[in-house]
T-cell receptor
């Protein structure tokens, strides 16, 4: 009954390779996110999708390409991996509610277990 | 962008002690969450607290939105409380909603 799941949990790969991380949520949420946690444990948003549509792209290199085939899935594909891409990647989901004035209010964000990516 | 500052950066306690962690933020926010990242790396939701006070067992949190800070209280700490505690503030804008995290408080509870 896992709410937000990610695969794989660990990923070790060589520089220059292409890899994907998958995320699925069974909470019925309409918004999903990717966050990156660096070696100093700092967490920063990378992308968010609402109903399969890209909403936030936080100046991430275009080697990173998120894809949302449906509301319950958000995958992250990384091309030409570099040493600096080594980090823990967290997927999250939440439900957005309209709150007037063109803004959406986001309820609690729930995080997946993370994927530890090591680039050698 | 919004700044989120947590203090202290590190905290070492003996089991049974109480502690208070603080989160200051630089602008009005739509919401605030507290997380615990355990030693296995899992991010666990503790509180979703835009204002007021909430309690959950030995943990409680208070957010004073008008003064732009939140406090997390841990009472009778246990070794399983060890890990990193993050405060994250939510800004909802027409460009989307995003959580901005503080740098965390590393808590070590010794037996």
């Amino acid at each position: 009954d896992t709410a937000v799941s990610q695969t794989p949990k660990y990923l070790v790969t060589q520089m220059g390779n292409d890899k994907s991380i998958k995320c699925e949520q069974n909470l019925g949420h309409d918004t999903m996110y990717w966050y990156k946690q660096d070696s100093k444990k700092f967490l920063k948003i990378m992308f968010s999708y609402n109903n399969k549509e890209l909403i936030i792209n936080e100046t991430v290199p275009n080697r990173f390409s998120p894809k949302s085939p449906d509301k319950a899935h958000l995958n992250l594909h990384i091309n030409s991996l570099e040493l600096g891409d080594s980090a823990v990647y967290f997927c999250a989901s939440s439900q957005e509610r309209p709150s007037g004035g063109g803004y959406a209010h986001t309820d609690t964000q729930y995080f997946g277990p993370g994927t530890r990516l090591t680039v050698l | 962008g919004i700044q989120v500052e947590q203090s202290p950066p590190d905290l070492i306690l003996q089991e049974g002690a109480n502690s208070t962690l603080r989160c200051n933020f630089s602008d009005s926010v739509n919401n605030l969450q507290w997380f615990h990242q355990n030693p296995w790396g899992q991010l666990i939701n503790l509180f979703y607290i835009p204002s007021g006070t909430k309690q959950n067992g030995r943990l409680s949190a208070t957010t004073v939105a008008t003064e732009r800070y939140s406090l997390l209280y841990i009472s009778s700490s246990q070794t399983t409380d060890s890990g990193v505690y993050f405060c994250a503030v939510l800004l909802s804008e027409t460009s989307g909603s995003r959580l901005t995290f503080g740098e965390g408080t590393q808590l070590t509870v010794n037996p």
